[in-house]
């Protein structure tokens, strides 16, 4: 069994749990540190489940607070030393790591934390480095990829193997082109190195759909420049012309930018997951080292 829980999805802070039978993971740690445990609280989750921390990327909507939560439950922090390197340099990150919370990964190599096994992997995006990670246990394999810049083989290479799926769906074109931001800022967005849009993602997923792909979110949505049911509907479309329809073939959701999604529950006697409630619920292998300043 794994459980997911989306905490928050967006520019504003992106953080996601993944809970199994054995211990749980945060993945980015760019809300509050009071959001966080706020909606731990909410949705039932003991922090003494908790083993360590996934950077996919140094900017501050998914690093703000990888200090403060590393600190508060004693939590290793692991990403590449690029990575680590550029959390040291983000002045947006209150706290700093500390040096023997810090674990450097290897991209394409695997490693084992809290009974996941883990490999992070190469997606486009203009920071000092940027990965996405393929996460298997119990036989399913979920995988998660935030700020891409482009849809590479890699990118395809990982959802064809996966049978849960985070893919960025970040922007609507004509939202972007049409909108308030200035020139640069749209350029920077469209470019190799930005983020993926809704009509991207839609063309990462028909090239590579199969049957084994059961569950796709669509996260780290533009408050500015989508609308989740926009991103929805294109992803849907898209698909539908190639006789691929959501929620029949595969279910579909889009994570919320400020408030949590789910959770939901992979089982793997079944194919589906369980839904989620409506409202929240009530009641590896690798060296430490100090990074070079």
């Known amino acids: 069994m794994i459980k997911f829980l989306s905490i928050g999805s967006g520019s504003s802070g992106n953080c996601y749990y993944l809970e199994n039978d054995e ?86 190599l695997p490693f084992t934390l809290a009974g996941f096994q883990i490999t992070a992997f190469t997606l486009p995006h203009d920071s000092s480095e940027n990965v996405g990670y393929c996460i298997e246990y119990g036989g399913q394999t979920f995988t998660i990829m935030t700020d891409v ?67 796709v979110w669509l996260c780290h949505l533009s408050e500015e420049n989508n609308h989740p049911e926009l991103a929805r509907k294109t992803v849907e479309f898209h698909l539908r012309s190639f006789g691929i329809i959501a929620g029949k073939d595969f279910q579909l959701d889009v994570l919320r930018r400020l408030i949590p999604t789910g959770p939901w529950v992979i089982d793997d006697s079944t194919s589906l997951f369980d839904e989620p409630p409506l409202t929240p619920p009530k009641e590896g292998n690798s060296i430490r080292m100090e990074i070079t300043k």
Not at 57 to 83: F, I, M, N, R, W
Not at 159 to 184: C, F, H, Q, T
Request: aromatic fraction near 6%.
């Open 149 to 215: 810049g482009a849809v590479t083989q890699n990118v395809l290479d990982y959802i064809s193997r996966s049978n849960y799926l985070v893919i960025e769906a970040n922007y609507d074109e004509e939202m972007l082109r049409g909108g308030k931001y200035p020139k640069v800022l749209q350029d920077r967005i469209m470019s190799g190195t930005g983020h993926l849009s809704n009509h991207q993602a839609a063309q990462a997923l028909s090239d590579t759909f199969h049957p084994d792909l059961r569950h």
């Open 23 to 108: 211990a749980a993971i945060l993945i980015d740690t760019g809300v509050g540190i009071r959001r966080l445990k706020r909606s731990m609280k909410e949705y039932g989750i003991s922090p003494s489940k908790l083993k360590g921390i996934l950077i996919t990327h140094d900017h501050a909507d998914h690093v703000k607070a990888a200090g403060h939560v590393s600190h508060e439950y004693a939590l290793p922090v692991y990403a590449t030393q690029l990575v680590h390197q550029g959390i040291c340099r983000n002045y947006h990150s209150p706290k700093i790591i500390e040096s023997d919370k810090i674990v450097f990964i290897e991209k394409d």
